[in-house]
C-alpha cells in the first residue's frame, strides 16, 4: 500500500503564490507518472498537470504560464508550484500518482486527500 500526503494549499489574495507537495511512502519500486488535479465547487475534478520521471511536462492551458510541476524522485515528491493565483483558481488540488510497486512492473495508481486552495481577497 502507497499514501500521499499533501501539503501547501491555504488562503491566498489574487496574484499571490503558493508551493503544493505530495509526498509518496510505502510499498514503492518506482514511480512513473506524477499529476496534480484540480476541482472546484459544483464542477468536474480537471487535470492541471503532469510529468513523467524523465522530468517532461504537460500543463492544462488554463493555468499555462502560471503553474509549474516539479517533482524529487529521491523523495518520491511531486510539487506544483501556483503563481499569480485567481480567485477561478480556487479548488481542491489533488495528486494522483503511478506507482510501481515491484521489479514485475505491476502498477497502481493512487490519489492524495486533497489540499484546499482559496483565492480570495
Known amino acids: 500500500q502507497v499514501q500521499l500526503v499533501e501539503s501547501g494549499g491555504g488562503l491566498v489574495q489574487p496574484g499571490g503564490s503558493l508551493r503544493l507537495s505530495c509526498a509518496a511512502s510505502?510499498?514503492?519500486?518506482?514511480?512513473?507518472?506524477m499529476r496534480w488535479y484540480r476541482q472546484a465547487p459544483g464542477k468536474q475534478r480537471e487535470l492541471v498537470a503532469t510529468?513523467?520521471?524523465?522530468?517532461?511536462?504537460n500543463i492544462a492551458d488554463s493555468v499555462k504560464g502560471r503553474f509549474t510541476i516539479s517533482r524529487d524522485n529521491a523523495k518520491n515528491t511531486v510539487y506544483l508550484q501556483v503563481s499569480s493565483l485567481k480567485p477561478e483558481d480556487t479548488a481542491v488540488y489533488y495528486c494522483?500518482?503511478?506507482?510501481?510497486?515491484?521489479?514485475?512492473?505491476?502498477?497502481?495508481?493512487?490519489w492524495g486527500q486533497g489540499t484546499q486552495v482559496t483565492v480570495s481577497s
Open positions: 494522483n500518482v503511478d506507482v510501481i510497486g515491484d521489479p514485475k512492473g505491476r502498477l497502481t495508481n493512487y
Open positions: 510505502g510499498n514503492i519500486f518506482r514511480i512513473n507518472i
Open positions: 510529468i513523467t520521471p524523465g522530468g517532461n511536462t
